[in-house]
């Protein structure tokens, strides 16, 4: 299958390695591309995985899961990465009335290890 994160590779090549623990992402962008796959796969333990530990107590695996399944995520779009440690982009979805959604956000990610984390995000527009 094409990645859910439509950098045009296939999963098994893209994504699938982080998500399995095989390999860990090694900037900002292919942490968050692999973030964008997890929730269309839906993989909730990934991304509470890949929040910054101290974050992760304002995250519910259940809710992440939920929030995955009950969308289609159709496309991400990269806007911009201003700084190493932070990515802009938009995230396509459908929800589960059929509307067409856009989720715009700058999100901010640290580097703890050499491991990347998810910080947290400031939602544009
Ligand atoms: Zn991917």
New binding site residues.
């Given amino acids: 299958m094409n ?5 045009g ?1 296939i ?1 098994q090549e ?3 390695p ?1 998500h399995t623990g095989e390999k860990y992402a090694l900037t900002a962008e ?1 942490l968050m ?2 973030r ?2 997890a929730f269309a796969i839906p993989n909730s333990e990934y991304l509470l995985e890949t929040t910054l530990p101290s974050k992760r107590k304002y995250h519910s695996k259940n809710a992440l899961q939920e929030w995955g399944e009950t969308n289609e995520w159709t496309k991400l779009e990269i806007i911009d990465k201003p700084f190493l440690n932070k990515v802009e982009f938009k995230a396509f979805y459908i929800d589960d009335e059929g509307h067409q959604q856009i989720h715009h956000e700058l999100s901010t990610f640290k580097m703890i290890q050499n491991r990347w984390f998810y910080v947290s995000g400031e939602f544009l527009e």
């Avoid at 990645?3 to 950098?7: A, E, G, K, R």
């Fill in positions: 990645c859910p994160c439509c950098s590779k999963y893209c994504c699938k982080y292919a591309r692999s964008f796959s």
